[in-house]
């Protein structure tokens, strides 16, 4: 069976049957607008995010809600699976981004950083990179591992809807009000390398926040 989704105004996701094009069933639970909806790698588990400020984890087969994930203080906007689908992380109005433990249903952690709402956020197909897009026009890359911001790329003229990595991870692309879409090239162990360098007078003196941060300096 195929499914597609419909994420109506209407606080439903709904799952349709693609060969058939009938609708399979509409889940329900959400306060407000569903603003998107995505499913795990091995597609058992259905993730929605809300402007009630939340997000919902559902299985596929039992159409029934796992658990629901509190803790960011505006809509959210975004959600995804990290390839293992091991992790989830979410984006908000708030202008945080967290992550969290699927099997605990846990927040991992918040990254903070960007200055106005955090609209997009992907990670890399090795998962070791996660991307966000803001309202601040920027797009901050994050290192999945150590939870630090790598770099933040600019050069839109207006709010960063959404961005998307290539397959092979080495392009990045970004879509904006100001109208572009922008790739991006990404070596990111020589954006990682950059990151060290700017820090190497402030990681002089913090040996073991250095050896976190930048393990070959």
Not at 171 to 177: I, M
Request: contains cysteine; glycine residues 6%; proline residues 3%.
């Amino acid at each position: 069976m195929f499914y597609s989704l419909e994420v109506p105004y209407d606080k439903t996701i709904k799952l349709w049957d693609v060969e058939t094009r009938k609708e399979i069933t509409s889940l329900t639970g959400h306060q407000y607008i569903v603003s998107r909806v995505v499913f795990s790698p091995d597609g058992k588990t259905l993730a929605s995010a809300s402007w009630d400020k939340t997000i919902k984890l559902w299985d596929v087969r039992t159409r029934k809600e796992i658990t629901s994930l509190t803790g960011h203080r505006g809509w959210v906007s975004s959600v995804v699976f990290s390839p293992d689908g091991k992790t989830l992380a979410s984006a908000s109005g708030d202008s945080t981004i967290k992550l969290w433990n699927l099997k605990t249903g846990k927040e991992i952690t918040s990254l903070t950083g960007h200055q106005y709402i955090v609209s997009s956020v992907v990670f890399s197909p090795d998962g070791k990179t996660l991307a966000s897009a803001s309202s601040d026009n920027t797009i901050k890359l994050w290192d999945v591992e150590t939870r630090k911001e790598i770099t933040s790329l600019t050069g839109h003229q207006g709010s960063v809807n959404s961005v998307v990595f290539s397959p092979d991870g080495k392009t990045l692309a970004s879509a904006s009000d100001d109208k572009t879409i922008k790739l991006w090239s990404l070596d990111l162990d020589d954006l990682l390398a950059q990151g060290c360098n700017y820090l190497n007078d402030y990681l002089a003196t913090r040996d073991k926040l250095r050896q976190e941060i930048c393990p070959n300096k």
